[in-house]
């Protein structure tokens, strides 16, 4: 292990110790899913993939069952996710944690509404978002011999997944480990966290990450062991130990990477958002107390800081060869201004993006938000772009960079105030 890693994994261990313990004080309440005002397992679901569920199961997607490979790539067709995002991770980190190593390591693909798991002869899993009530989980067989596949929405995802990691609502998780050479974890970190503002020294363990050779020390494409000094990682090539021909591309992406942990962050805490103002009025009987006001304010910052990266992890400018397919697919239903412009616009220099706004705005999840919160949202938004004051919230950004911004949001967003 480099020095580096010695001196990160020491301060990991303290910090994730300590994040551990604040999930577990945080009154949690809001967040009991069977309780009348969320009825999250019998409430009439709005997911994209539960409108498709009944196409699959009756065959009428048209999928190929040529081979494992074959049908992974229809369905990704199908459900209108990118193959190009495909990310790899060899933890076994997992519901089907017996099937993943370093020899057969996991892929998984995303777009904006649907994340989907595949390991080499097991199973598919689907974590698909519904606006109002977060992550729905299901999972179903690769069908063989003409055997129909029966899509069973998984209680058992629940364990991880609505847990301290997403303050127990139906959320997201990437873990990052230090997987022993089996993938087994040997360590555990970054617990209770998702976000663009992680630094990159908290992440990728157990993942394999390609392209992303010039952001610094990262815990990507390593396995470690237990030795009397400590844990000795040793450097895991991509495709070091299995064949990049069983999956559709040859790549883990690191835009990849930079986007779906951007999104695990967003739905993460927009669906927290929409459980804790259920909570607060059923709590109330439908007035909100001074108390949930002062809460509600501060989603309304929290909500406004992420949206805009106001705490995003600097990139360095340099290195990064991030997949050309994956980059075209992802810019390809960009909503753009009359002057060219749009959120999904990359940087990938000093920041993600040219116009730091999330294109996740214009996501189902965020835009079912009630609307007098996403009002606030919105004029909490352009007090931070505005072109006359200085917020010093928002210092970071340039008056170019708001124009661009105030101009596309006003021309793609219709739901945007008249007056904004």
Not at 49 to 59: A, N, R, S
Not at 166 to 195: D, F, M
Not at 389 to 411: C, G
Request: glycine share 6%; aromatic share 10%.
């Amino acid at each position: 292990m480099s020095l580096f890693h010695a001196a990160v994994f020491a301060f990991v261990l303290f910090l994730s110790t300590g994040l551990f313990f604040a999930a577990e004080k945080e009154d949690l309440s809001f967040a009991d899913l069977e309780a009348p005002e969320h009825d999250y397992w019998n409430r009439p679901l709005n997911d994209p993939f539960t409108k498709l569920k009944d196409d699959l199961e009756q065959g009428r997607m048209n999928l190929d069952e040529s081979s494992e490979k074959a049908y992974l790539e229809s369905l990704l067709e199908a459900l209108k996710i990118p193959v190009s995002s495909q990310m790899l991770v060899y933890s076994t980190t997992s519901l089907q944690l017996s099937l993943i190593s370093p020899r057969t390591p996991r892929a998984l693909y995303f777009n904006e509404e649907i994340y989907l798991g595949y390991v080499q002869g097991g199973r598919i899993e689907i974590v698909s978002i519904d606006p109002e009530i977060g992550g729905i989980f299901y999972i179903f067989d690769i069908p063989r011999n003409r055997k129909r596949p029966v899509a069973e929405r998984s209680r058992r995802c629940m364990n991880c997944h609505s847990d301290e990691d997403t303050h127990e609502i139906p959320g997201l998780v990437i873990k990052s480990v230090v997987p022993g050479p089996t993938g087994g974890s040997l360590e555990s970190y970054r617990r209770a966290r998702t976000g663009h503002d992680i630094p990159f020294s908290d992440r990728f363990g157990g993942w394999h990450v390609t392209g992303a050779e010039g952001i610094g020390p990262h815990w990507g494409n390593l396995t470690g062991r237990f030795t009397p000094e400590g844990i000795v990682t040793t450097p895991l090539p991509p495709g070091e130990k299995f064949d990049w021909a069983v999956f559709p591309v040859a790549t883990s992406d690191f835009l990849a990477h930079l986007l779906h942990e951007h999104q695990v962050g967003f739905v993460n805490r927009v669906v927290q958002v929409q459980y804790r103002l259920r909570t607060a009025l059923k709590r109330s009987n439908g007035r909100l107390s001074d108390e949930d006001r002062k809460e509600v304010s501060r989603l309304v910052e929290e909500l406004t800081r992420y949206l805009l990266f106001a705490d995003e992890a600097p990139l360095q400018g340099k290195g990064l060869q991030c997949d050309a397919l994956y980059q075209e697919e992802f810019l390809a239903n960009r909503r753009r201004s009359s002057k060219g412009d749009s959120l999904k616009d990359l940087d990938l220099t000093t920041h993600i993006f040219r116009n730091r706004c999330s294109y996740m705005i214009y996501s189902p999840v965020f835009q079912n938000l009630p609307v007098g919160f996403k009002k606030r949202i919105y004029a909490r938004i352009g007090e931070a772009l505005s072109l006359t004051k200085s917020d010093p919230e928002f210092a970071f950004f340039s008056l170019d960079e708001k124009t661009r911004v105030r101009t596309i949001l006003k021309e793609t967003l219709p739901d945007l105030p008249a007056d904004w």
